[in-house]
């Protein structure tokens, strides 16, 4: 079933003097989908989330959220939206308990058990009197977590919500996401400059470079976009061509440069193609199955830009 868009930007800019940090950004996020903002440090990713949650003035464009535009609609809106950027910050002497409940009662949470159900969410334990200076990393980022969705938000808007953790404190969270996007119906936002992440927390992909947005993409469009293929370096080219249409029946191929050959074909076993080449006397230097990845994507639309 094709989800809703519920949230929406559309011309989205953000200029600083002469210098344009986000220009004409149009974002497309779907209900109860994990919508990653992928994009190097300094894309423009933190400019943006603070630009949705009025954290900072906008130059131009337009936001909407639920089906309104913010403007005009802020305080029917932002009660509905839960949110971290940059760290989490807390009183370092008081528990996560202590420091929820004042934040509950700063914001006027009104549901009664609101805290407990907020930790219980996030796996932190309830009146518990390890102070928050005693935190580990993940436990802070929960606890920044347990914060932004004290209010039950329908929408998450965390900017880099593993950054800093351990391999232990990334796997954490990850599933965290996961379990409040598919199991409790949240919508979130994420920002990364980690690829590998990216590609295994979020349903779909924004792509932005230079402040500009270069792509909207599912990783299921993705992944069916991204080719597998065989790739062979050989010291003839057109004798190896020959052979596969003639000899391996194969015609899905293409030459990629003046020794490399891809071979898209899925049913060729790469034995065959090895044992055809070298017995008709074609020299095979390499042979390889590989497939794209998000970095080859990403690097693809950057303009062969990698990210380090």
């Not at 347990?146 to 800093?164: C, M, R, V």
């Not at 061509?241 to 074909?265: F, G, R």
């Amino acid at each position: 079933m094709k989800k809703e868009i519920i949230l929406s930007t559309k011309q989205l800019t953000k200029k600083y003097g002469d210098v344009m940090a986000v220009e004409q950004i149009n974002l497309k996020v779907k209900k109860e989908r994990i919508y990653g903002l992928l994009g190097r440090n300094g894309a423009g990713k933190t400019t943006t989330m603070k630009m949705i949650l009025g954290l900072i003035s906008i130059s131009s464009g337009e936001i909407e959220i639920f089906g309104k535009p913010i403007k005009g609609n802020e305080k029917n809106i932002y009660t509905r939206i839960g949110s971290i950027i940059e760290t989490p910050s807390f009183y370092s002497y008081l528990t996560g308990t202590e420091n929820l409940e004042i934040s509950s009662r700063l914001r006027g949470t009104i549901q009664k058990d609101s805290v407990k159900s907020a930790l219980k969410k996030v796996g932190l334990p309830y009146k518990d009197k390890k102070p928050f200076a005693s935190y580990s990393l993940g436990m802070k980022q929960r606890l920044g977590i347990a914060n932004a969705i004290l209010n039950d938000p329908e929408i998450l808007i965390l900017d880099e919500p593993t950054n800093g953790l351990d391999p232990v404190g990334i796997v954490e969270i990850r599933n965290l996401l996961h379990k409040l996007c598919h199991e409790q119906g949240k919508t979130i936002i994420i920002s990364s400059h980690i690829l590998s992440e990216i590609s295994l927390l979020a349903d779909d992909i924004g792509i932005i470079h230079h402040g500009h947005l270069l792509k909207e993409i599912s990783m299921n469009e993705l992944e069916e976009k991204n080719k597998k293929f065989i790739e062979i370096k050989v010291n003839s080219v057109s004798k190896a061509t020959q052979l596969l249409e003639n000899v391996m029946k194969c015609k899905n191929y293409s030459v990629t440069d003046k020794n490399c050959i891809e071979i898209y074909d899925e049913t060729l076993d790469t034995k065959d193609i090895a044992n055809c080449l070298v017995t008709h006397g074609v020299g095979l230097s390499s042979l390889y199955f590989k497939h794209e990845t998000l970095e080859d994507y990403f690097t693809s639309l950057t303009g062969g830009e990698k990210f380090e």
